[in-house]
């Protein structure tokens, strides 16, 4: 049983035209989108910026939160930051902002069906996965990803496919349990795709990270 009433979906706008993707919204009975981008923004594809997207959900009926503060993929904390640059998914879901954004998508998905929206196509490839959603299966909650062709994946289904890719074994061995496996899965794809901006200077010096 879920923690939540309505179980959490994700979905990635990738380069959808805007009609095709209010349409995914509306058949998965989504009524508030919360934007997980920590730039709400798309060079490629202006129909998701922020007010854009904004819009073309009220007209739809759907609300709209931004969220990217708190849960966004590019942090603008420097301690999030490794010494290379990197984001440590770990450091951002340990932090109050995150934890207080979790708690707020959390009440929302009691009051009707929400949907984290980021910018990548394949749930694989995106801190909405492999940090939000992690965290809040963790806290017991139901998730859900939308794919590109309408179809809805079960975060299980979706950790399945990512052990596959990293060629694990599904069930665990001698050494690991299937949660091991999971998790070492986890830590590969976001060494991969986890956001590195530029190198943090010595301590003492100024430095603004990459928002």
Known sequence: MSLTQYPILTV?????????????LVRHGVDEVVDVRSAPYSRYASQFNHDALRSALEDV???YTYLGGELGGRPADRSSYDADGRVRYNRVADSDDFDDGIRRVIRAADEGQVALVCTEKE???CHRTLLVARNLVERGVA???ILADGGLEAHDATMLRLVEV???PPD???????DDVIAEALERQVRKFAYVGERPPPAGDDWHGAL
Not at 12 to 24: K, T, V
Request: glycine residues 16%; without cysteine.
């Open 12 to 24: 990635g706008h990738s380069n959808h035209e805007a009609d095709a993707f209010l349409q995914l």
């Open 61 to 63: 009926g759907i609300g």
């Open 123 to 125: 749930p694989l490839e």
């Open 143 to 145: 998730v859900g990803h």
């Open 166 to 168: 990293h060629k694990l």
């Open 172 to 178: 665990g061995d001698m050494f690991r349990t299937r």
